[in-house]
Structure formats: structure tokens, C-alpha cells
């Protein structure tokens, strides 16, 4: 071909070129573009299924599962929030949350995967080509080739193979073609036979699927106890800085008030000297408390999912001493009964026994029967005409594999297996017995700490009023007042900590048992035991 000549021929030819090839450019572009849309709904709808079917008890979870993060992060001006807003916050905003929902998305991601795998699978080919030798005339081959195949239940594997092609030089009036099918059903018989050996990865997709919504389930709720406890350690600090504020405005009352009596000579100079150093001592304290609070506040906004630079101010009050009806027997009983994390275990101990028995049968001999129907015509009427050439072919096939080394190897690994599994449920078992067990007494002992601190609070109180009331009357100097105003606020400190370490506690131990969920807004939603 000259030198111009393959650009004149392009040139010719581009219309012609175009409207083949766009129409089918453009096809998968949309279909493209539509199934990257569906994607997501497809996922979730996935999700909700397998949750609604494995975890009906946890369905709270759902919509925060299929929840996306939310973008707009401006400052937001003064957050007054409580609990239940800190939650909602969080929910909304954080971005932990945010990469737990992404691994539930590419857990259902990878099912639907898996469930393509193993549905009908299509493909096809178009080729068109363009021959021009030198001195002679031009060819044109046109070739369709269409594919289709299915995994069957029973292992065997049904596939449909369909070509057509055309041929015809430049010039000529006729065309040459050709058409060609073929259906062929194949079936092991030993090796290979049998659902669960051929659907493995489906079925371990689904197991897969539901570990994860367990681990998420889970991942939530700690989530949520996580957030509760940097809520209330705000809280504490916060009723820390009242009581410190407190201790600072007596302090100060109680210099002056010394420094009136040395005037008057009715004190000595030493009170006056120790009530400037309380004083000291307590603005010094407030200090780094406010110092602490708010870093501690801009890092509760970090865990929030907002900027630092937000105004937070948190609200509520600091907990009550609420009762848990529960034994320590109950809480063992509903610990291996409800525990998703125990249930995990369990079913890939049931996994790992299945990939025992689908190693075990691969020993077996591979024999495969297998039938063939096919068809060939050289005309376009080929296919509903008479001249079709049709054969039909069927019988066994058996592989004389001698070496079963890779096999028995493979038994080999699925005991060890088998027997990691079973060590791990027993140890797991024991390990949620004992933490149950430490669970419940410090939740108990946290209650009886709580009350002592509530009576070492008032007996602070009672002493520093006393100590007041002796100072004001000239029967003490103000070293007592110090040391029992002092006493007071480390009492009261220790009590709303007190209070706060046992709500803690007592929210973690209906986790452990498995009384904890998750509502959609991400509020904490407490179950009765059954």
C-alpha cells in the first residue's frame, strides 16, 4: 500500500467505521454508568437481607449501616449536647464510623461478587477485519462469537459456545459464512460432585457477609461506649471545674476574712499567710483544670467527627445509681447465649469442618461424564434451514492422577485446621466466662464504692461546715477550714467520678452479655433480659 494511501482509505472509510462502532461505544458506556449507579443500592439491599435473615435482633443497626458520613464539617457555633446529641453527633459526622460502615459496604460488595461468580455467565466477542494485499483484492472478515455458561448445584458445569462469521472480497456478490454451536453438560461424579464442594466460595461469601455484620454490630456498640465515656469524662471535668470554681470563691472569702481579723487583731499573721497560699493553690488548680478541659474538649470533637475549633459545651446531668437486675449466673447464661462474637467462632469452627470434607472428597477419583450437542451450517438460513451438520457426543472421562501428595497435603492443613478452630471456641468460652466474672464484680464493686462516696461526701460537708461555723466563732484558726474545705472538694471529685466509673461499668456489662443495641440515630438502646 503506498504512502497516502492507508490515510486516503481511513478517510473514506471513518462514516462507515463510526456508525459500527459508536452505537456499541456508547451501549456500554450507559450500561457502564447504570450499573455503577445501582452499585450501592444493590450492596445494601444485599446487607439488609442477609441482616434481616442473620441478625433480627440487631436490625436497629441497618440504617446507620447504609448511612453516609456527612460532608459539611463548618464549625458549628455553640453545640450544647447531652448524651443522646453526642451520639446523634458522632453518628452523623465521625469519620471511625464512617470507615466501619465501609468495610460492612465491601463485605457486601464481595457476596455480590461471589454471586456472579456463580449465576449465569455471558460473554462475547466481535471482531472485524480489513485485508488489502498488495496488487490483489480486499477481504472483509466479520466473526460473532457468543459464550455461555452456568455452574450447576450438583457441580457439573452447563455451557453454550455460538460463533458466525462472514466472509467477502471486494467486489463479489456472495459472501461466505459460516455458523457453529455447541451445548455441553458437564458432570463429576467423585471428585468435585456435590454442591458444597462446587459452591464453596458462595457459601463462605455469605458466612463471610455475616461475620462481618456481626463485627460491625459489635464494632458499633463499642463505638457508642467509647463516645459515652469521653462524654462523661467531660462531664467529670466539667463538675471538677464547678467544684474547683467553688473552692476557689471560698478560698478567697476565707482570705479576706483573715485579713479583716488580723486587722482587727484578732488573728494571727500565720492565717493570713496560709489563706493566700490556699488561695494561690486553688486559682492555680482551676488553671490546669481548664487547661485540661480543653484539650480533652477538642479531642471529644475530634471523636465526634467535627473541627476542633467548635464551641462544645456539654449538658446533663452527672448519672444516677441505676439498678441492674441481673446475677452473676444470668449474666454468664446470657454471655454464651447472645454473644455475636461467640457465635463468629462457632461457625468457622462449622467452616473449617466443611473445608475437612471438601478436602477429603478431592482424594476421591475425578470422573466426569460429560454429552456434547453441537451444530454446523455454511449458509445465512443455516440455523432454521435442513443443511445444519449436527452431532451429539457423550461419555466419561477419568483423570489417573497417580500423585495425591497435593491432596493429602490438603487434608492435612484442613485437620490443623479443624483443630485450631475447636482450641479457639474453647478458649474464647473461657475467656468471655472470665471477663463476665470480672465484668460483673467490678460492676458490683463500682455500686458499693459509689454509696461510700456519696457518705464521704456528706461526712466532707458536715465536717466543713462544722470547721466554718468554729472559725467564725473564734474556736478554731483557719488551718482546719483549709484542710476541711480541701477535704470536701476531693470528696465531692471522687464521688461524681464514682457515679460515672459505675454507669460506665454497668453500660459495658449489658454489652458483654449482650443486652446493648444500637438505635439508627446511634442512641443506646437497653433490652430486657428474656
Known amino acids: 500500500m503506498g504512502g497516502n494511501a492507508q490515510p486516503r482509505w481511513f478517510a473514506a472509510n471513518v462514516p462507515t467505521l463510526l456508525r459500527l ?16 449507579q445501582r452499585l450501592d443500592s444493590d450492596v445494601r439491599r444485599t446487607v439488609q437481607q442477609e441482616a434481616a435473615r442473620s ?5 436497629n443497626m441497618l440504617t446507620d449501616a447504609a448511612a453516609v458520613m456527612a460532608e459539611n464539617r463548618r464549625t458549628l457555633p455553640d453545640l450544647q449536647v447531652d448524651l443522646d446529641g453526642a451520639l446523634r453527633l458522632a453518628t452523623r459526622y465521625s469519620r471511625a464510623l464512617q470507615s466501619k460502615r465501609e468495610q460492612l459496604y465491601l463485605g457486601g460488595l464481595d457476596r455480590l461478587t461471589a454471586l456472579r461468580k456463580f449465576g449465569p455467565q455471558y460473554s462475547g466477542t466481535l471482531d472485524y477485519l480489513l485485508t488489502k494485499p498488495a496488487g490483489g483484492a480486499d477481504q472483509n472478515d466479520t466473526a460473532l462469537g457468543l459464550k455461555a455458561s452456568q455452574i450447576l448445584p450438583t457441580g457439573g458445569t452447563l455451557s ?11 467486489g463479489d456478490t456472495n459472501a461466505t459464512y459460516s455458523r457453529s454451536g455447541e451445548l455441553t453438560l458437564r458432570q463429576p461424579l467423585l471428585a468435585g460432585a456435590g454442591y458444597e464442594v462446587s459452591h464453596a466460595d458462595l457459601i463462605q461469601s455469605e458466612r463471610n457477609l455475616i461475620y462481618t455484620l456481626r463485627a460491625f454490630t459489635m464494632d458499633r456498640q463499642d ?20 467544684n474547683t470554681r467553688q473552692n476557689v470563691d471560698q478560698s478567697t472569702f476565707l482570705r479576706r476574712r483573715s485579713e479583716a481579723l ?7 499573721s500565720i492565717d493570713v499567710l496560709r489563706s493566700q497560699q490556699q488561695e494561690l493553690s486553688a486559682s492555680n488548680d482551676l488553671n490546669q483544670a481548664e487547661a485540661q478541659y480543653d484539650v480533652d474538649r477538642r479531642r471529644f470533637l475530634i471523636d465526634l467527627g467535627l473541627p476542633a475549633d467548635s464551641t462544645l459545651h456539654v449538658t446533663g446531668q452527672v448519672p444516677e445509681l441505676r439498678p441492674l437486675d441481673l446475677t452473676l449466673e444470668t449474666c454468664l447464661t446470657l454471655a454464651l447465649q447472645r454473644r455475636l462474637d461467640l457465635r463468629t467462632v462457632e461457625d468457622r469452627l462449622e467452616d473449617a469442618r466443611r473445608g475437612l470434607r471438601i478436602a477429603r472428597r478431592a482424594l476421591l ?8 450437542a453441537s451444530g454446523e451450517g455454511q449458509s445465512p438460513d443455516s440455523v432454521t434451514g435442513g443443511d445444519t451438520a449436527k452431532e451429539y457426543t457423550a461419555g466419561v472421562s477419568v483423570d489417573l492422577s497417580l500423585d495425591k501428595r497435593p491432596e493429602r497435603d490438603a487434608v492435612k492443613r484442613a485437620l490443623i485446621g479443624v483443630d485450631a478452630a475447636e482450641r479457639a471456641l474453647t478458649e474464647i468460652r473461657d475467656t468471655i466466662r472470665v471477663s463476665i466474672m470480672d465484668s460483673f464484680r467490678t460492676f ?13 461526701t456528706e461526712i466532707a460537708r458536715r465536717q466543713a461546715a462544722y470547721a466554718a461555723l468554729r472559725f467564725r466563732n473564734g474556736e478554731a484558726d483557719n488551718r482546719d477550714v483549709v484542710d476541711a474545705q480541701n477535704q470536701l472538694l476531693a470528696a465531692r471529685n471522687t464521688y461524681v467520678r464514682a457515679l460515672v466509673q459505675y454507669e460506665q461499668q454497668r453500660v459495658q456489662l449489658l454489652r458483654d452479655v449482650g443486652l446493648l443495641d444500637i438505635a439508627a440515630d446511634g442512641t ?3 433490652t430486657k433480659a428474656p
Open 524 to 526: 443506646l438502646v437497653e
Open 160 to 170: 453454550a459456545d455460538g460463533a458466525a462469521t462472514m466472509s467477502r472480497g471486494s
Open 262 to 268: 488580723f486587722r482587727i487583731r484578732r488573728a494571727p
Open 365 to 372: 477419583p475425578k470422573v466426569d461424564a460429560f454429552a456434547t
Open 444 to 456: 458490683a464493686s463500682l455500686r458499693q464504692a459509689a454509696g461510700i462516696e456519696f457518705q464521704n
Open 223 to 242: 463505638f457508642a461506649i467509647g463516645i459515652l465515656k469521653s462524654y462523661y469524662g467531660l462531664l467529670i471535668e466539667d463538675a471538677v471545674l464547678a
Open 55 to 59: 441478625l433480627p435482633a440487631q436490625t
Open 21 to 36: 462502532f459508536l452505537p456499541l461505544w456508547a451501549a456500554v458506556g450507559v450500561v457502564s454508568c447504570v450499573s455503577t
